[in-house]
Nanobody, 115 residues
Framework: QVQFVESGGGLVQPGGSLRLSCEASGSDFSRSSMAWYRQYPAKGRDFVARITSGGATDYAPSVGGRFTISRDNDKNTVILQMNRLKPEDTAVYYC?????????WGQGTQVTVSS
């Protein structure tokens, strides 16, 4: 059974950094494209960044140059390094495959950027 568990969120001041981690269980992780998404209150989830099985990456324009996605296939983990955070980055962050599968959404991790 595929499951994703996100961690690493918290409260940070504008300009600060956070490192989110997603631990994946189940098969096919190393062969799957993975992505991070975020959800604002009362809105749907938006794409943030993705990484293919081969390590190619792409980002939403709003986070490019500030966020970095990476993966460790030995540990079944996907990382999102977030730098120069802005108040508009405040959201619940989720990982999932790309494209996402509805049954794989986890609890997410809250990121709050505020002074």
């Amino acid at each position: 059974q595929v499951q994703f568990v996100e961690s690493g969120g918290g409260l940070v001041q504008p300009g600060g950094s956070l490192r989110l981690s997603c631990e994946a269980s189940g098969s096919d992780f190393s062969r799957s494209s993975m992505a991070w998404y975020r959800q604002y209150p009362a809105k749907g989830r938006d794409f943030v960044a993705r990484i293919t099985s081969g390590g190619a990456t792409d980002y939403a324009p709003s986070v490019g140059g500030r966020f970095t996605i990476s993966r460790d296939n030995d540990k079944n983990t996907v990382i999102l390094q977030m730098n120069r955070l802005k108040p508009e980055d405040t959201a619940v962050y989720y990982c999932n495959r790309f494209p996402p599968r509805d049954s794989y959404w986890g609890q997410g991790t809250q990121v709050t950027v505020s002074s």
